[in-house]
DNA sequence: CGGAATCCCTTCTGATACTG
DNA sequence: CAGTATCAGAAGGGATTCCG
């Protein structure tokens, strides 16, 4: 298991936050720009994979499957198309039989692991809240 | 506009990643407990959203609608009741008429707001990158 | 092994119309 | 104003089959 370049690039970037009044505080047309870019990337399947790929360094398409549990093939490599058509990974395909191809994350890709990485450590710890808050909302509803 | 609690929660949340190995380096029953949570909140309009509330603080559904750029008004309803079931924002209704109801961020809500802002941050800065990417690899399939 | 292609069902989403 | 209800098209996503 490789060591991530987690720290580093989530602080220096919580640390510009600071800097500016919202984290969309420009202007109106980059603003339309970028919801269209967090739609693309704000995927299940796109976090996973991502999360997986910064875990383990490369992995072989088959690898990649069976660690991304639920993931069905046609929407592992669906996604992966996505992510190499954005700059998030590349895909390197061995000239041997049986075939083999690798996936890796560019510098693109691990970065936008790093700026995920907030919101899966608030998942984490927000877990519980957010299902006793359901269990709630469900009851007084019910 | 209200001053957010953007850096401190970020920064903090970023310091806890160097004590641990990956974002999800824990027991694999709540592996997939977060996995499902994630493919929940990562939610296009659910970011937007929650982006929108950070910086208005209180908000009108009609207002709301406003500000979220280019959602119908049944996606709209539909994601802030989702997001109320989760305990992300509060719902106020006032018994006047013509009615009027507002929405603000529970404090879970702002902590994934938060959560988030790395990701905002990251799409603003690779906004290009990731468009070069594209035309790169649409011309070289073509 | 690593896909591409097809079939088929479900979910998402926008438009429109209507209501307390 | 703040929704609900309904419809129809688009996209998501699984299962299966086939190929280099």
């Given at each position: ?6 720290s ?6 919580a640390?510009r ?75 390197t ?50």
């Amino acid at each position: 298991m490789s060591n991530l370049p987690f720290s580093d690039p989530v602080i220096s970037r919580a640390r510009r936050i600071a800097e500016r009044t919202s984290p969309s505080d420009c202007d109106p047309k980059v603003e339309a720009l970028v919801n269209e870019l967090i739609g693309r990337v704000a995927d299940k399947w796109t976090m996973i994979i991502l999360e997986v790929l910064a875990e383990n360094g490369e992995l072989r398409f088959t690898q990649l499957g069976r660690q991304v549990a639920g993931i069905s093939q046609k929407m592992l490599t669906q996604t992966l198309r996505q992510m190499e058509r954005d700059g998030m990974v590349t895909r390197t395909v061995h000239a041997v039989v049986p075939p083999r191809v690798d996936y890796r994350l560019t510098d693109l890709g691990a970065s936008l692991g790093a700026a995920f990485c907030g919101v899966w450590i608030w998942a984490q710890d927000n877990l519980a809240g957010v299902e006793a808050s359901r269990v709630a909302f469900d009851t007084k509803v019910g």
